[in-house]
């Protein structure tokens, strides 16, 4: 599976953005998709996941209630709205794909190449 996110740019606090994550390869339906961040000087956080099937989501607490995560297996796409965006949410965003409902970076098996969300007071 090959990954590539877009969507990223700069945008206000109180703003929002829409975060896509495209898939290529017949087997995405097949792939739990996550969404990680990394600011800089600081570790990769998760911040959200969604299950094969769209059936389950999961969100990291600092994000709970602003950001959603959504999919297309037909169209072999996920998405990621972001609301009410902070200066905190500042970070390069990328997404990430797994076959194991399991959150942690060492867990996914392929990356795509991140996307700059900058988030200004």
């Known amino acids: 599976v090959q990954l590539q996110a877009s969507g990223g740019g700069l945008v206000q606090a109180g703003g929002s953005l829409r975060l896509s994550c495209a898939a290529s390869?017949?087997?995405?339906?097949?792939?739990?998709i996550h969404w990680f961040r990394q600011a800089p000087g600081k570790e990769r956080e998760f911040v959200a996941a969604?299950?094969?099937?769209?059936?389950?989501?999961y969100y990291a607490d600092s994000v709970k209630g602003r950001f959603t995560i959504s999919r297309d297996n037909a169209k072999n796409m996920v998405d990621l709205q972001m609301n009410s965006l902070k200066p905190g949410d500042t970070a390069v965003y990328y997404c990430?794909?797994?076959?194991?409902?399991?959150?942690?970076?060492?867990?996914?098996?392929?990356w795509g190449k991140g996307t700059q969300v900058t988030v200004s007071s």
């Open positions: 390869g017949r087997t995405f339906s097949s792939y739990n």
């Open positions: 969604i299950s094969w099937n769209g059936g389950s989501t």
């Open positions: 990430a794909a797994n076959r194991v409902w399991l959150f942690r970076g060492n867990d996914m098996e392929y």
